[in-house]
Structure formats: C-alpha cells, structure tokens
C-alpha cells in the first residue's frame, strides 16, 4: 500500500502540477471510507474477520493491477485513476475493523498492549520500506512501482488467507436489525469519553496537521531533491514511529497514559510547524522523524484503549467508529491540505495546521478529563 501510494501521489502530481488533484487523491478514497465503514465493522462482528482481511486485500490488488494497465495503456487523464481509488478506498473500508478487532483474536488481554506495539513495529517496518522503496523503482517508472504493489497485495491476501485460528465462541445476541446494531457501537463510543476523547483527539490532530500529503511538492519545488529524496522524506514518519513502536515493546508505556497522549500530540503540533518552516532537507527530515515518532504513542495508546475498554462482541463496531475518525481522516486530511495549499501557499497550510493541532489539545485536555486523568492501560475494563 504504500509503495502505491507513493506511486500515485508521485504520478498524479507530474501528470496536473496541481495541489488540488493531490487533494481529490485523498478525497476518493475518503468518500467511501465514511460510507461503508460503520456497515464494515458490523461485517466483521457477524462474520470471520481473516476472510474479510484476505477478500479486502484481494481487492486492492485488483485496484494495483488497474493502476497498472491504465499507464501501460498511456492513460493521461485522471479521472480513471481516481476512479480506481475510490474502489480502493471501499476495500480499505472492509479491510480496516476487521484487522483492528483481529488481533484480540490471537493474544490475551494482558498481552494486547505489548502485541499492539509489536503489530506497529511491524508495519512501521513496511511503511519505512514501502515509500523508499516506491521512491527508489519510480526511477525505472511508474509502471514498475504499480507491478510491485500488485505482486504484494496478491502475496498479503494469501498470507492472511492462510492464519489458522479457533474462533472465540459468541456470548452475546446482537440486535436484529443493521441500524441498531450501527447505533448500539456508536452508543458505546460516545459512553465511554476516554475512548471517545482519544479518537476525536487523533481525529482533529490527522486532519490539521496532515504536512505528508504536500510531500511532493516540498520534494519537488521547495527542498528540490526528486522522487528518491521524496521517498525518503515519506519514509521518515515511519522511522520514527518504528523506532518508537520498538521501544513500547520493550518498555510499555506505565502509568500517566493520558497526560502523554496529549504531550505527545503536542510535540507532533510543534515538528509539523517546524517541518513547514525549513528549507533544509535535513531539518525537514528530523522533524517528520519526530512527527512519526509522537504520533506512534497516540497510536499505542489510543488501539490499547479502544481494544482493552470494548467488548468481543462489539470490537468491529467500535473499530470500525475509531478508523471512520481515524482511517478516512487522513484521506480527508490530505484533501484539507491540498485546498489550503491552493488557498494560501504550502507553506502557511502547513503552519497553520500544525499551530490547529496545538489548540486542540489544549481545547480536548478540557473536554475530556477522563482520558487526560486515564493512568495505566491495563486498568481498562469493558463495560
């Protein structure tokens, strides 16, 4: 996934020179993220969640095997290709709750925060890979960075296909109709303010401070290093986060779990301004380091506390309402950018946003107490 989407926000920007087309890159896939999400987690709730993940996965192959015919085929025009993402988006849209609400599956209660943060490592390893690797084989082509992607999201589907597990007996009696059963996950979230508070949180954080989705164009026309140097500046959140992520497995994070959420959202505020102020490439690197590296505590303390505080029976649900406000905001996010990029420059959308994250943190640490004051993780219980 993230060799494509290097890949596409590479190629679209070359094929328009237009801010706003890396917006609607984010817009396709966010339309129907917000339509299909809640009935997706509901899916994964009623039905088994590895064939949800494979069939998912198999479907964004699909989408890499169209991304790849069209600029075999000389395609120029974009609409066929955010056409192809809007399809994109419905998958990630299945493929987002059931992974979430997976993975309670496989490990204990008490060993979920420590496997969370393994999972993220993991991944991070892949995000770090992914853009490098895209920015990397985008100097043979386009095409090759559409064939690689393809060849991975097969090799995932099968992977994924492949994990045995033995299903976890269902206790409870869900209601009958899909519209109730929305709500009753809905309802849970907004009871429980901590878990409420943590993904509204994240929510206004991705939305305002979403500086990834101008990449191309500080690579291309402010930092002028080209797809290889832009496929390392994508890469650089993810080392930080991966660096992180390696360290809350080894040192889980104690108590005062809150209070760091919101320091840590904070700093995330602070390297985003930094971030759109330099002209170094080597300053712009450090600070989306450290961006990657604060939004992956959110990260380890907002899945720990959706996970630990909700039910078996209802996990699909309430991650499917978590990657709604989390999952299609950072395509929402991207859209924000490339409009307020047109509107006042790259630059000062960019500052703007992150001085935005700053104000809601202070705004949500008054909101929410009961997150701010949440002390160790493992206090969590369901309801």
């Known amino acids: 996934m993230q060799v494509q989407s290097a890949a596409v926000a590479w190629h679209i920007y ?4 237009d801010p706003f087309a890396l917006a609607l890159v984010g817009l396709a896939q966010f339309g129907p993220m917000f339509a299909l999400t809640l009935y997706a987690g509901d899916v994964a709730d009623r039905f088994e969640r590895r064939r949800i993940l494979a069939a998912s996965y198999f479907v964004e192959a699909t989408c890499a095997g169209v991304f790849l015919g069209l600029i075999l085929a000389g395609v120029t025009e974009t609409w066929p290709y955010f056409s192809t993402l809007v399809l994109f988006g419905a998958a990630r849209a299945f493929s987002a709750p059931a992974s979430q609400s997976f993975l309670p599956q496989i490990v204990t209660t008490e060993e979920l925060p420590r496997a969370i943060s ?11 890979a992914g853009p490098a690797i895209g ?14 992607s393809l060849v991975l999201f097969l090799t995932g589907a099968t992977l994924i296909y492949g994990i045995r597990i033995t299903p976890k007996p ?9 519209l109730e059963r929305v709500a009753e996950g809905i309802a849970y979230v907004r009871r429980r303010q901590e878990i409420f508070g943590a993904i509204s949180l994240d929510l206004f954080a991705v939305l305002l401070g979403g500086a990834t989705a101008l990449l191309p164009i500080f690579a291309s ?36 779990a809150g209070a760091k959420m919101f320091a840590c959202v904070a700093i995330f505020g602070v390297a985003t301004i930094v971030f759109g102020l330099s002209e170094n490439f080597y300053l712009s690197l450090a600070a989306l380091v450290v961006l990657g590296a604060t939004d992956m505590v959110s990260v380890n303390v907002r899945h720990s506390l959706t996970q630990l505080a909700t039910p078996d029976h209802m996990r699909g649900r309430v991650s499917a309402v978590n990657m709604l406000f ?24 960019v500052i703007v946003g992150g001085l935005g994250t700053l104000a809601v943190v202070g705004i949500w640490a008054y909101l929410f107490p009961a997150l701010r004051n949440v002390d160790r993780l493992s206090d969590l219980k369901p309801e």
């Open 14 to 17: 070359q094929l328009t020179r």
């Open 118 to 128: 393994v999972g993220s490592t993991v991944f991070q390893v892949a995000v770090i």
């Open 135 to 148: 920015g990397a084989v985008l100097l043979l082509g386009t095409d090759a960075a559409y064939a690689i």
């Open 170 to 178: 269902r206790l409870e009696t869900l209601p009958s109709s899909l």
């Open 221 to 256: 026309d402010i930092l002028h290093v080209g797809p290889l140097g832009f496929g390392v500046l994508k890469a650089a959140p993810a080392v930080g986060a991966a660096v992180t992520s390696i360290a809350l497995t080894a040192w889980p994070i104690g108590r005062f």
């Open 326 to 349: 989390i999952g299609a905001s950072n395509e929402l996010g991207e859209f924000e950018s490339g409009v307020t990029a047109g509107w006042w420059g790259t630059v000062p959308a």
